[in-house]
């Protein structure tokens, strides 16, 4: 079946490095990919998604490529400030209504 | 505009009781569903709902119910709360066409069953 694995966390980071989050997945078919952000005490937001192979999903300086060769949404950010704190997952959706397959999440710190 | 509104943000049940989490949206959406979220597990659905009058389980179905009488309410039901339940329920919704198109959440009830 499909899955989503994501690194392990805690991530901590000094405020302005340069942040990567790995993800890599397993599907049957062709999916969509996302990442969601969820901020303390709130629930899960759409950051970014690709819905195919060489896409490129973008906001708030966050970016992550749709790798089908090596089956990897990676997500990736210049300079991360504090309020970038938050647990960030990566998910799939192969189309099918109830086929969306979420990581376990990872938590990012940044220290100013 | 208020997007996935869930309600009570926080919720202690003793074993046995029975109560329903609400979840409402105000953006149309067809899709609406149920997680849960639980430590070192992301999230897991429950039920699903594609659209007024027609429901689905998900992945971990046992000992919740739903329904879906009108597009903007998702109601879930605890028929008799185990510790099990206790855990970080969260709604989402998204447009026709499912979870394709990314989710809109609520920000999640926080149940305790004792």
């Known amino acids: 079946g499909d899955s989503v694995t994501q690194m392990e966390g805690p991530v901590t980071l000094s405020e302005e490095a340069f942040l990567t989050i790995n993800c890599t997945y397993t599907?049957?078919?062709?999916?969509?990919l996302f990442w969601y952000v969820q901020y303390p005490g709130e629930g899960l937001q759409l950051l970014l998604k690709?819905?195919?192979?060489?896409d490129k999903g973008s906001n708030k300086g966050f970016e992550a490529t749709y790798r089908k060769e090596t089956t990897s949404f990676h997500l990736e950010k210049g300079s991360v400030q504090v309020s970038d704190s938050a647990v960030y997952f990566c998910?799939?959706?192969?189309?099918?209504?109830?086929?969306?397959?979420f990581g376990t999440g990872t938590k990012l710190q940044v220290i100013p | 505009n208020a997007g996935v509104t869930q309600t009570p943000k926080f919720q202690v049940l003793k074993t046995g009781q029975s109560m329903t989490l609400q979840c409402a949206q105000d953006?149309?959406?067809?899709?609406m569903s149920w997680y849960r979220q639980d430590p070192g597990m992301g999230l897991r659905l429950i039920h699903y709902s594609v659209g007024a009058g027609i429901t689905d389980q998900g992945e971990v179905p046992n000992g919740y119910n739903v329904s879906r009488s009108t597009t903007e309410d998702f109601p879930l039901r605890l028929l008799s709360a185990a510790p099990s339940q206790t855990s970080v329920y969260f709604c989402?919704?998204?447009?026709?066409?499912?979870?394709?198109?990314?989710?809109?959440f609520g920000s999640g009830t926080r149940l305790t069953v004792v």
């Open positions: 599907a049957t078919g062709y999916p969509s």
């Open positions: 953006m149309n959406h067809e899709y």
């Open positions: 998910a799939l959706s192969d189309g099918g209504y109830q086929k969306v397959t």
């Open positions: 989402a919704s998204s447009p026709r066409g499912g979870p394709l198109y990314g989710y809109t």
């Open positions: 690709a819905t195919k192979a060489d």
